[in-house]
């Protein structure tokens, strides 16, 4: 058998889930930074996301975050935009759907985001066409089989 020479196993890396439970003071964004909706994940650390200024840059997230953070499609995320590559930008911070929900209320999102638009967003219009998908059968139908 192998000698473990490491710092420990399986559960040393994966951590304490400490910053989900605690509340955190909403971060505005500063000179250099902009808001962002991720449109979807491509992989190796990297999104392609719509800024709130309305172009669309690819994201890459940064090493802090990376496998501590999960993004997905639809995330609200602060990016800070890089002086050398307009179409590149990195992610700084993912806001939590209440703190988006927030940002919405102070004005620092336009008014047509939509927020939780990724699997949640689609399940409510499935339900909308959904309700015509029965078929009712009278009694003497049912008789008839």
Known sequence: MPKNKGKGGKNRKRGKNEADDEKRE?????????YAQVLRMLGNGRCEATCIDGTKRLCHIRGKMHKKVWIAAG?????????YQDDKADVILKYMPDEARLLKAYGELPE???LNEGIAGGLDEEEEGGADDYIEFEDEDIDKI
């Open 112 to 114: 047509n985001t939509r």
């Open 26 to 34: 909403l971060v505005f964004k500063e000179d250099g930074q902009e």
């Open 75 to 83: 995330d609200i995320i602060l990016v800070g935009l890089r002086d």
